[in-house]
Every structure is written in structure tokens, then in C-alpha cells.
């Protein structure tokens, strides 16, 4: 099962009994397209891939098409699901879909959550995600009282995901104040502002009260089987105030957990820190020890020439979420700076405007494009680790993200033969599914190297859609 020979690799012998067996027409394996690959796993880990098989020797079930590691979706909001086609209508910014929003928010329960979250989550796994990191922060019922279990939403999230079959990284949210309180006084020169404004009755049910009270639950919240890991989440700077910051950031460094923190999505965000504090928020959150190789800031999308040396240079990862970028009008941000900078990028559907990893990574490329009118930022190799390798290592599975021995048996397969795939040879494999391919053209994906979907078809959601409609009504109804 593990022996090493001509075209194959293997990791330490392993005892554990062998799983099921695979057979790829394509992999993507290193950066290159392999044509015939078997790939053995055991334990839901991938045992040898062994290249130059010509056809699916007896027994490997058959991946017609591109396979590639599975996506990895770093930043979702599974709830904002319900707002899609709803938010199209008429015009606004940031700040008139984020009422629209919490009127959705208003409405979960952790049962209706647990619907709509599998539902959402099933999707993903249509179009080839295999993990996903839930920024979490509608923690309580309405108006702020925590429920019998005061992780019970999210103990959905983690069992929508285990329904789904798709790995889980639950990112519990800190989130604290409505925004930035009122400039006081000075201390060695620095600005330094209140305690932030109280949360208004909306965002009642987003907030523990402290720090040390989100800390407290977050620790309770134990994952129910191995799909699912715990990481720690800064909302914002505006809504976790500035002596609040290093608590989030420790319980974190504590623990080995991620940390993800949104930053800079809007100008007003910016403008709103500079005058409470003096500093920008990517300052801020570096003074205040947040920034590091374990932390991920989502959106990143108007920096400073220092907040991208700031990033850089601590070794914080940067997540971009291009379609809800562009669908809230919030602006294009300096990728291609950032990746010069040394930051690690990696990718997010978000609000799920869409649910696509490929039009995620072929939009970092498109929209850089259209900034700098020049081509050719990214290959679509490059592209396709963001959404896989780099994407699992932000979520905290470094483990997964590449089609070798030893990593978790996560795969996905792109149709190659769809009027979009359609044409191209096959050593353009990947430039055919990143540029072309959306994830209506996933074939196939598993997880632990168990089928989730098999030719398309969800094997224990067989109807998504129908369970997105009923998921989203029920939703509506409260």
C-alpha cells in the first residue's frame, strides 16, 4: 500500500487499513498536470500517489476530468446565504446591506441555523470546497441572553457541517461594541479612545460583554468529531476595542488556533480609527500584539503603503473575498502589493454573492488586471494554491492542500469536457479551471477520502437546492 516505486510516492508505513482507492485521467500534483494517477488512501489519508497508470486499475473508482486538492473557503458567513438575489435590488454601500443583514441575523435560531448552515455547506461541497472557516459571531438568542447551551449555534455549525461532509474550522468571533468611542485625553502622545459604543439591538445577540466572558465560552466550545477544529475571531477593530485586542489574540497563541480578524474593508472603518486612536487599523492591531504568522486578516482592502510593510513583515496572512468585494462595491485590494510583500494570500466566498473558489482565484487575477492594466499577475498554478494549500493552512489544517502521502484525503475533480472546459489541451488543465470552469463543473469531491459528491450529485443532500429553498423560507417565516 505504502511501497515506494517508479512514479509513485509514499509516506511511513501504515497500518491502518487500506480505503478506497482512486484513479485521476488528471492531477494536478506539484504545480504540473500528471495524466493517470492512482491515489490510495487509508485512515482518510492519502497512502501513495502513484503516477503513469494508464487506465483505473481494479477496484479505483474512476475521477474523469482535473483532480486537484480539495478548496479550502476561508472566510464564510453561512447566514448571509439567505440574502442572496435580495441585496441585488437597487443601489447602496456596505453600510445599507449591513441592515438587511442583521435583519436575517435577527431570525436564526440554533435550528434553523443548523437548516440553512447544511444547506450552505452542501453547496460548498457541489463546487469543491472541503473545508470551510465560519467567522462566527450570532452566538445568542435576540437580545443578548445566552441560550441553555451558550455555544448551541455554534454546535449547529459544526453539525451542518458534519451532515454536509465537509471539514469545519468554527472561527468564534469576539465582538464587543457597535464601533469607536469618543477621543479622550492623551498618553505619551498617542490618542487613546473609550470603551466602544454600546451594541445596539441588533448586535445584542453578537456580544459576550468582555473579552474574558468570550473567552470563557469559547473555550467550552468542544468540537464534536474530527471535521471540525476551534479558531479564535477578531470582528473588527471596530467592534472589539483597542484594550480588548492582546486578551483575543492570546487565548488564541495559547491554544495554536487561528486567528482571523476583518481589516480595513472600508474607508470609513479607516477614517473612524484615525480618529479615535491616531493609527490605522492594521497599527492598531500591531500594537496591540494581533498580527503574526497565526493571524489572517479578511478583505485587507484599503491599506497604507506601512499597513502592507506591517502585514509583510509579521508574517500575516491576508484572505480575499473578490465577488462579495465587488458585489458591496468596497473596492479592489492591493493583492498584488501584498504578494510582493511576502504576505500569504488566500481566499473566502464571504456573504456568498456565489459560492465559487475557482471565480474567487481567477477574480484576484481579473481584478488586478483591471487595476494595473497589465496581465499575467498569477498563474493559474499559483492561483489554484491560494484556494487549496494556502486557504487549509489559514484555516489550521496544514495538513491538507496538496495531493501527496501522508495529507488528508481531500480531493476535488473538475470536468473537462463542459462547453466551458471544453477545448484546451491537457497540459492546460489548470489554466482551463481557473480561467473557465466554475464550480457547476466539479465532478467530484471527497473528504477523509470518502465520495460527497459523486458525479455531481450530493450523496446525503441529494436535492441542495430544494433544501437551500426550504432552509431560507423557514428562515423567513419566524
Given at each position: 500500500?505504502?511501497?515506494k516505486?517508479?512514479?509513485?510516492?509514499?509516506?511511513?508505513?501504515?497500518?491502518?487499513?487500506?480505503?478506497?482507492?482512486?484513479?485521476?485521467?488528471?492531477?494536478?500534483?506539484?504545480?504540473?498536470?500528471?495524466?493517470?494517477?492512482?491515489?490510495?488512501?487509508a485512515?482518510?489519508?492519502?497512502a501513495?500517489?502513484?503516477?503513469?497508470?494508464?487506465?483505473?486499475?481494479?477496484g479505483?473508482?474512476?475521477?474523469?476530468?482535473?483532480?486537484?486538492?480539495?478548496?479550502?473557503?476561508?472566510?464564510?458567513?453561512?447566514?448571509?446565504r439567505?440574502?442572496?438575489?435580495?441585496?441585488?435590488l437597487?443601489?447602496?454601500?456596505f453600510?445599507?446591506?449591513?441592515?438587511?443583514?442583521?435583519?436575517?441575523?435577527?431570525?436564526?435560531?440554533?435550528?434553523?441555523?443548523?437548516?440553512?448552515?447544511?444547506?450552505?455547506?452542501?453547496?460548498?461541497?457541489l463546487?469543491?470546497?472541503?473545508?470551510?472557516?465560519?467567522?462566527?459571531?450570532?452566538?445568542?438568542?435576540?437580545?443578548?441572553?445566552?441560550?441553555?447551551?451558550?455555544?448551541?449555534?455554534?454546535?449547529?455549525?459544526?453539525?451542518?457541517?458534519?451532515?454536509?461532509?465537509?471539514?469545519?474550522?468554527?472561527?468564534?468571533?469576539?465582538?464587543?461594541?457597535?464601533?469607536?468611542?469618543?477621543?479622550?485625553?492623551?498618553?505619551?502622545?498617542?490618542?487613546?479612545?473609550?470603551?466602544?459604543?454600546?451594541?445596539?439591538?441588533?448586535?445584542?445577540r453578537?456580544?459576550?460583554?468582555?473579552?474574558a466572558?468570550?473567552?470563557?465560552?469559547?473555550?467550552?466550545?468542544?468540537?464534536?468529531?474530527?471535521?471540525?477544529?476551534?479558531?479564535?475571531?477578531?470582528h473588527s477593530?471596530?467592534a472589539v476595542?483597542?484594550?480588548?485586542?492582546?486578551?483575543?489574540?492570546?487565548w488564541?497563541?495559547?491554544?495554536?488556533?487561528?486567528?482571523h480578524v476583518?481589516?480595513?474593508e472600508?474607508?470609513a472603518?479607516?477614517?473612524?480609527?484615525?480618529?479615535?486612536?491616531?493609527?490605522?487599523?492594521?497599527?492598531?492591531?500591531?500594537?496591540?500584539?494581533?498580527?503574526?504568522?497565526?493571524?489572517?486578516?479578511?478583505?485587507?482592502?484599503?491599506?497604507?503603503?506601512?499597513d502592507?510593510?506591517?502585514?509583510?513583515?509579521?508574517?500575516?496572512?491576508v484572505?480575499l473575498?473578490?465577488t462579495?468585494?465587488?458585489?458591496?462595491?468596497?473596492?479592489?485590494?492591493?493583492?498584488?502589493?501584498?504578494?510582493?510583500?511576502?504576505?500569504?494570500?488566500c481566499?473566502?466566498?464571504?456573504?456568498?454573492?456565489?459560492?465559487?473558489?475557482l471565480?474567487?482565484a481567477r477574480?484576484?487575477?481579473?481584478?488586478?488586471?483591471?487595476?494595473?492594466?497589465?496581465?499575467g499577475?498569477?498563474?493559474?498554478?499559483?492561483?489554484l494554491?491560494?484556494?487549496?494549500?494556502?486557504?487549509?493552512?489559514?484555516?489550521?489544517?496544514?495538513?491538507?492542500?496538496?495531493?501527496?502521502?501522508?495529507?488528508?484525503?481531500?480531493?476535488t475533480?473538475?470536468?473537462?469536457?463542459?462547453?466551458?472546459?471544453?477545448?484546451?489541451?491537457?497540459?492546460?488543465?489548470?489554466?482551463?479551471?481557473?480561467?473557465?470552469?466554475t464550480?457547476?463543473?466539479?465532478?467530484?469531491?471527497?473528504?477523509?477520502?470518502?465520495?460527497?459528491?459523486r458525479?455531481?450529485?450530493?450523496?446525503s443532500v441529494?436535492?441542495?437546492?430544494?433544501?437551500?429553498v426550504d432552509?431560507?423560507?423557514?428562515?423567513?417565516?419566524?
Amino acid at each position: 500500500m505504502t511501497a515506494k516505486g517508479p512514479g509513485s510516492s509514499a509516506g511511513p508505513r501504515d497500518r491502518t487499513e487500506p480505503g478506497p482507492a482512486y484513479w485521476a485521467e488528471y492531477a494536478w500534483l506539484g504545480g504540473t498536470v500528471e495524466p493517470g494517477v492512482l491515489i490510495e488512501t487509508a485512515g482518510g489519508r492519502i497512502a501513495a500517489v502513484r503516477t503513469g497508470t494508464p487506465g483505473p486499475p481494479p477496484g479505483a473508482e474512476p475521477l474523469r476530468g482535473l483532480t486537484l486538492p480539495g478548496l479550502a473557503n476561508a472566510h464564510s458567513h453561512a447566514f448571509h446565504r439567505a440574502l442572496r438575489g435580495t441585496v441585488q435590488l437597487g443601489s447602496g454601500t456596505f453600510w445599507t446591506w449591513r441592515e438587511v443583514m442583521y435583519s436575517v441575523a435577527d431570525r436564526l435560531t440554533p435550528e434553523s441555523y443548523f437548516s440553512l448552515a447544511r444547506a450552505v455547506y452542501a453547496e460548498m461541497a457541489l463546487a469543491g470546497i472541503t473545508c470551510v472557516g465560519e467567522f462566527h459571531y450570532v452566538h445568542h438568542a435576540p437580545g443578548g441572553l445566552p441560550y441553555d447551551d451558550p455555544n448551541a449555534m455554534g454546535h449547529a455549525l459544526i453539525a451542518a457541517a458534519a451532515e454536509a461532509g465537509i471539514r469545519i474550522t468554527l472561527l468564534d468571533t469576539c465582538y464587543l461594541a457597535a464601533g469607536f468611542g469618543t477621543r479622550t485625553g492623551t498618553r505619551t502622545g498617542i490618542r487613546t479612545a473609550r470603551r466602544g459604543r454600546p451594541l445596539d439591538r441588533h448586535q445584542l445577540r453578537f456580544g459576550d460583554g468582555s473579552a474574558a466572558a468570550w473567552a470563557e465560552r469559547a473555550a467550552a466550545l468542544a468540537p464534536d468529531g474530527e471535521h471540525a477544529r476551534v479558531g479564535a475571531a477578531i470582528h473588527s477593530v471596530r467592534a472589539v476595542p483597542a484594550g480588548e485586542l492582546a486578551a483575543v489574540a492570546g487565548w488564541a497563541r495559547e491554544r495554536g488556533a487561528p486567528l482571523h480578524v476583518h481589516l480595513s474593508e472600508q474607508p470609513a472603518e479607516n477614517d473612524a480609527c484615525l480618529a479615535a486612536h491616531g493609527r490605522t487599523p492594521t497599527r492598531l492591531l500591531a500594537d496591540h500584539g494581533v498580527l503574526g504568522p497565526g493571524t489572517t486578516a479578511v478583505h485587507a482592502t484599503h491599506l497604507t503603503e506601512d499597513d502592507i510593510a506591517l502585514l509583510g513583515g509579521s508574517g500575516t496572512g491576508v484572505c480575499l473575498c473578490p465577488t462579495t468585494e465587488r458585489d458591496l462595491a468596497d473596492g479592489i485590494g492591493p493583492a498584488a502589493e501584498l504578494d510582493r510583500a511576502g504576505v500569504p494570500l488566500c481566499l473566502g466566498t464571504d456573504s456568498h454573492a456565489v459560492i465559487d473558489l475557482l471565480e474567487e482565484a481567477r477574480a484576484m487575477e481579473l481584478n488586478e488586471r483591471l487595476r494595473s492594466r497589465a496581465r499575467g499577475h498569477w498563474t493559474a498554478g499559483r492561483l489554484l494554491r491560494h484556494a487549496t494549500e494556502d486557504g487549509h493552512a489559514a484555516l489550521g489544517w496544514p495538513d491538507a492542500g496538496r495531493l501527496e502521502a501522508g495529507r488528508l484525503a481531500d480531493l476535488t475533480t473538475v470536468a473537462l469536457d463542459s462547453v466551458r472546459t471544453a477545448g484546451p489541451a491537457p497540459r492546460l488543465a489548470a489554466e482551463a479551471a481557473v480561467f473557465a470552469a466554475t464550480g457547476a463543473d466539479v465532478r467530484h469531491t471527497v473528504v477523509g477520502g470518502r465520495h460527497v459528491v459523486r458525479e455531481g450529485v450530493h450523496r446525503s443532500v441529494p436535492d441542495v437546492p430544494a433544501a437551500l429553498v426550504d432552509a431560507i423560507q423557514q428562515g423567513a417565516r419566524r
